[in-house]
């Protein structure tokens, strides 16, 4: 059963440029979760969806957004890049059970330097 | 606002030499507590799920429990190949949908 797959596994971008990272799921998991990883912060959550609407959402500025598809694959996108978004962005997949929603499955990261 | 704090920060075992890393929580109606295992440039790889204090989940030389305050993640005669950061998250009746995160533990094997 393949894993989650995230593209591009590594980038490079100039601050004031906006980048695009693309998710794709677990085969039959709806729920997709994007976390941002920093060494000074740890995994900061980013935003969840599922069935193609956001259910929650961190607390993280309005540059940072994303979207899920109807095949539940998800991208996000930071505007206006800043320094301070370097970091490894993370996807998540998970079956959702209701209110015990299960574990989530992570992907091998995005890793975004701003220079 | 959940809270999750694990310690020690890093820590450094010679081979079979047991141990135990803690992750203290602070949450409003658990809804679950995961450990997950990271290795340098990957993602997180999951590891337990503990719903409820008093459950004890084991794997390989892994144990989880946990407490109404706090898990830990028990290693019995580690080896080289568990060297790795470990972290603890919490999910939360107010927060169903997202994992709150520890900071997490390097753990160092010598062998």
């Known amino acids: 059963k393949a894993g989650v797959t995230q593209t591009p596994r590594y980038l490079i971008k100039t601050r004031g440029q906006q980048v695009t990272l693309s998710c794709s799921p677990i085969s039959g998991h709806r729920s997709v979760s994007w976390y941002q990883q920093t060494p000074g912060q740890g995994l900061q959550f980013l935003f969840e969806?599922?069935?193609?609407?956001?259910?929650n959402k961190g607390n993280f500025p309005g540059r940072f957004s994303g979207r899920q598809f109807s095949n539940s694959r998800s991208e996000m996108n930071v505007s206006t890049l800043e320094l301070g978004d370097s970091a490894l962005y993370l996807c998540?997949?998970?079956?959702?059970?209701?209110?015990?929603?299960?574990?989530?499955?992570f992907g091998e990261g995005s890793r975004l330097t701003v220079l | 606002e959940d809270q999750v704090t694990q310690s020690p920060e890093a820590l450094r075992l010679q081979e079979g030499e047991s141990s135990s890393l803690n992750c203290s929580y602070t949450?409003?109606?658990?809804?679950?507590l995961f450990w997950y295992r990271q290795d340098p440039g990957k993602g997180p790889e999951f590891l337990f799920t503990?719903?409820?204090a008093g459950e004890e989940k084991e794997k390989e030389r892994l144990k989880a429990t946990l407490t109404k305050k706090e898990s830990f993640l028990h290693i019995t005669a580690p080896k080289p190949e568990d060297s790795a950061t470990y972290l603890c998250?919490?999910?939360?009746?107010?927060?169903?949908?997202?994992?709150?995160f520890g900071k997490g533990t390097l753990l160092t094997v010598n062998p």
């Open positions: 998250a919490v999910r939360s009746a107010g927060s169903n949908y997202k994992l709150t």
């Open positions: 998540a997949s998970s079956l959702d059970r209701g209110e015990n929603t299960g574990e989530l499955f």
């Open positions: 969806y599922f069935s193609e609407t956001q259910r």
């Open positions: 503990l719903y409820s």
């Open positions: 949450v409003s109606g658990l809804r679950g």
